[in-house]
C-alpha cells in the first residue's frame, strides 16, 4: 500500500477562500472567516506484481477517501483542523494470512492534523505550526509541521521554509478485536512467524523543505524548491515477502534502516492570458536506496466565465531502480537486503486527466451567513509501466462564511 496515501494525498488540494470586511470610516471591523472544504475520491488500481506476494500476484486496490479541512480566520490569526478517513480494500491483504476468504480484506486510514497560523502585517511574515496524527491497523503516527514564510515590500519575491517531524509505530494490532484493539507486534506473513526478523518497531522521519518565490514580470513567476528528508527505524514493510532463486525458503522484506531523500524542483506559472495560467514545474531525486528519478507536471487554468474554470493536467516520471530490488525468484538468499516491491523498480510513470470547478459564490438561504463557494469535480487515470494503473475520481466541495 506504499505510495498510496501519497498518490491519494496527491489528489485532494484545499481551495482556500477568505472574504475581507472593508474598514469602517469611524471603526476598524475584525477580520473574520470561516471555509470549510469537503472531499470525497475513489481510487480504483489494478496490476500483477504484489509486493505481499512476493512480486507476482493480484494488486487491485479500492480506497474510498472522505475528509474536511476547516479553517477560521480571525484578523491575522487562522486556526486549521483537517480529518479525513481511508476505507481500503485489497484482496493482497488476505495473503498475508493465507485466509481464503469471498472477500476481500478491509483497512481503515484515520489522519488528522490540528495547527494556528499567525500573519504579522507589518513584517509581511507568517508562522505556523500543526499536530499531525495518523492511525491503521499497523500504523501509528505522530508528528509536528512547522513553517514560516516571508514576503518583501513589493510583494514580488516570498522565502519560505518548512519542517516536519514525524513518529510511527509500526506494531499491528490497534484496530483489531482479536488483540483487543492494542498493538503487539510487527506483522509477518503466516509462514514466517516462527522467527523475529526485526529488533525496533519504530520509523522516523526529518523532512526539511525551504523555497524561493520569485515574480519575474506580471505574467511570469518562478519558484525554486530543495528539499531534504532523514529517516531511520523499520523502512521495510514487514508482511511483503521475497523468493529466491537459490532456495525455496522466502523471506521477509529487509531494506536499510536509514534513508536520504533530496528533492529538488522549479516551478514557472505564465499567465498566457487573463483566462489562461500554465503551470509548469520540474523535479529532480536521489536517495540513499539507489533511486534517482525526474518528474514533470503541466497543467492549465481555464476560466471560461466568471464561475467555471476547466484545469486539464498532465505528469510525466521515470525513476532508475534500486540495487536492493528483483522480480520474483530473482533474488539469491545471501543477499543482506531485498524487496520485490516494484515501487522500487525502475518505471515510467503518465498520468492525465482534468478537473471542472464551478464557483458560484452563492447565500446558502435568503438569511443564511454561509456561501457555497466551489464545487470541483476531477478525473485522473495513470499507468505505469510494470503494468500497474489507476483510475481516480474526486469531489470538492466547499463552503464560506
Known amino acids: 500500500m506504499k505510495g498510496i496515501y501519497l498518490v491519494t494525498i496527491l489528489l485532494f488540494i484545499t481551495i482556500q477562500a477568505?472574504?475581507?470586511?472593508?474598514?469602517?470610516?469611524?471603526?476598524?471591523?475584525?477580520?473574520?472567516?470561516?471555509?470549510?472544504?469537503l472531499f470525497y475520491s475513489m481510487y480504483l488500481q489494478e496490476g500483477t506484481h504484489s509486493a505481499v506476494t512476493g512480486g507476482e500476484?493480484?494488486?487491485?486496490?479500492?480506497?474510498?477517501h472522505i475528509g474536511t479541512n476547516i479553517s477560521q480566520t480571525s484578523n491575522a490569526s487562522t486556526i486549521i483542523f483537517n480529518v479525513s478517513l481511508d476505507v481500503i480494500t485489497s484482496p493482497s491483504t488476505d495473503k498475508i494470512d493465507?485466509?481464503?476468504?469471498?472477500?476481500?480484506?478491509?483497512?481503515?486510514?484515520?489522519?488528522?492534523?490540528?495547527?494556528?497560523?499567525?500573519?504579522?502585517?507589518?513584517?509581511?511574515?507568517?508562522?505556523?505550526?500543526?499536530?499531525?496524527?495518523?492511525?491503521?491497523?499497523?500504523?501509528?503516527?505522530?508528528?509536528?509541521?512547522?513553517?514560516?514564510?516571508?514576503?518583501?515590500?513589493?510583494?514580488?519575491?516570498?522565502?519560505?521554509?518548512?519542517?516536519?517531524?514525524?513518529?510511527?509505530?509500526?506494531r499491528w494490532g490497534r484496530l483489531s478485536n482479536r488483540q483487543n484493539n492494542k498493538p503487539t507486534t510487527l506483522i509477518y506473513p503466516s509462514e514466517l512467524?516462527?522467527?523475529?526478523?526485526?529488533?525496533?518497531?519504530?520509523?522516523?522521519?526529518y523532512n526539511l523543505n525551504v523555497h524561493l518565490r520569485q515574480d519575474i514580470n506580471r505574467k511570469t513567476s518562478l519558484k525554486f524548491s530543495v528539499g531534504a528528508s532523514y529517516q531511520e527505524g523499520v523502512l521495510s514493510t514487514p508482511f511483503h515477502r521475497v523468493y529466491f532463486s537459490?532456495?525455496?525458503?522466502?523471506?521477509?522484506?529487509?531494506?536499510?534502516?536509514?534513508?536520504?531523500?533530496?528533492?529538488m524542483s522549479i516551478a514557472l506559472n505564465y499567465f498566457v492570458h487573463r483566462n489562461c495560467v500554465l503551470k509548469t514545474n520540474y523535479r529532480i531525486y536521489w536517495d540513499n536506496f539507489g533511486i534517482f528519478a525526474h518528474t514533470l507536471n503541466l497543467q492549465a487554468a481555464l476560466k471560461t466565465s466568471s464561475k467555471f474554470s476547466f484545469y486539464p493536467f498532465f505528469r510525466a516520471h521515470y525513476q532508475s531502480a534500486s540495487p536492493y530490488f528483483k522480480p520474483y525468484k530473482e533474488h539469491l538468499y545471501a543477499a543482506k537486503f531485498h524487496t520485490s516491491d516494484y515501487d522500487y523498480s525502475a518505471f515510467?510513470?503518465?498520468?492525465?486527466?482534468?478537473?471542472?470547478?464551478w464557483f458560484p459564490d452563492a447565500r446558502l438561504g435568503k438569511k443564511s451567513k454561509l456561501y457555497f463557494n466551489n464545487?470541483?469535480?476531477?478525473?485522473?487515470?495513470?499507468?505505469?509501466?510494470?503494468?500497474?494503473?489507476?483510475?481516480?475520481?474526486?469531489?470538492?466541495?466547499?463552503?464560506?462564511?
Open 193 to 205: 512467524r516462527h522467527t523475529k526478523w526485526i529488533d525496533i518497531f519504530h520509523r522516523h522521519s
Open 57 to 64: 500476484g493480484d494488486e487491485h486496490l479500492t480506497v474510498n
Open 246 to 263: 537459490d532456495t525455496t525458503a522466502a523471506k521477509i522484506e529487509l531494506l536499510p534502516s536509514q534513508r536520504i531523500r533530496l528533492p
Open 18 to 37: 477568505f472574504t475581507q470586511d472593508r474598514d469602517s470610516i469611524f471603526k476598524k471591523k475584525a477580520v473574520t472567516a470561516l471555509d470549510v472544504q
Open 375 to 401: 464545487f470541483m469535480l476531477r478525473y485522473s487515470f495513470f499507468y505505469r509501466t510494470d503494468g500497474l494503473s489507476a483510475h481516480i475520481i474526486s469531489l470538492q466541495f466547499g463552503i464560506k462564511k
Open 98 to 170: 493465507f485466509i481464503k476468504s469471498s472477500a476481500s480484506e478491509h483497512d481503515n486510514h484515520v489522519q488528522a492534523k490540528v495547527g494556528y497560523q499567525y500573519k504579522h502585517k507589518k513584517s509581511k511574515s507568517t508562522f505556523g505550526a500543526a499536530w499531525l496524527f495518523g492511525i491503521e491497523s499497523d500504523y501509528l503516527s505522530n508528528g509536528i509541521d512547522l513553517w514560516f514564510s516571508k514576503i518583501n515590500k513589493n510583494k514580488d519575491r516570498e522565502f519560505g521554509i518548512n519542517a516536519s517531524l514525524l513518529f510511527d509505530d509500526l
Open 348 to 357: 515510467g510513470l503518465f498520468k492525465g486527466g482534468i478537473g471542472i470547478g
